[in-house]
């Protein structure tokens, strides 16, 4: 609950932006194989104006190791938005991706590039295209910064920046906090402030590779 009451804290700065929101999640990794596993990434945001549920989110991916260093992934969000008008409408959203990463001594870069099929009730289906880039390094203490561009059908439509902090628990467990935000183009918005924390548990496989 704790993440709930983040926007509370942070009020003088949310005034000073058009939105100032909070995120708590924690995800499930499954080995399924050797190559294969299922990520469940469970979660919840919170808007500083109301302090209340805007977005609920399951999101299962099944990722796959192609390289030693190339991970492919394909999953959907399955989520309740909260419109300004009080109306609660799903989204079913697909998505595929591919994440190579780059491994120079101590300093890791990582790629994403994503595509994502909008579907959302009552609503005409569209398209989104994201870039990230993210730096990270460390084992135990993993600091990380990333860029994040977004596209649609029409063009550019925002850039993420991000920063943050991954402690690793144990050999399987780790705990994520971190920060972004992003300026958009869409109307009726402006620069969105994020705040979320992140429970990462794995568990590991039994499964021969497929």
Known sequence: MGFR???????????LSAELQSDGAIDFRIGLSRRWDLLVHNRARVRSTSNDWYDVSIIPIFRY????????????FISWFEYPNNDWQRHFRPIV???????DKAVTLTLRTQYERFMIT???DCN???????????????????????????GYATTRYGTGLRRN???????????????RRLNDYGIRHMFYTTFIFN???FAPDL
Do not use: M
Not at 97 to 103: Q, R, S
Not at 134 to 147: Q, T
Not at 169 to 178: A, H, L, M, T
């Open 97 to 103: 991706a591919i994440e190579p990463a780059v491994l």
């Open 128 to 154: 989104r295209y994201r870039q990230r880039f993210r730096v990270s390094r460390g084992r135990d203490w993993v600091p990380y910064a990333s860029v994040e561009f977004f596209f649609t059908d029409h």
């Open 65 to 76: 190791q192609w390289r030693p260093r190339v991970q492919l992934a394909a999953g959907a």
């Open 5 to 15: 009451l983040l926007p509370l804290l942070l009020l003088p700065l949310g005034a």
């Open 122 to 124: 009552e609503r005409p």
């Open 169 to 183: 628990i144990n050999k399987r467990d780790s705990v994520e906090f971190g920060y972004w935000y992003e300026t």
């Open 203 to 205: 568990f590991q496989g």
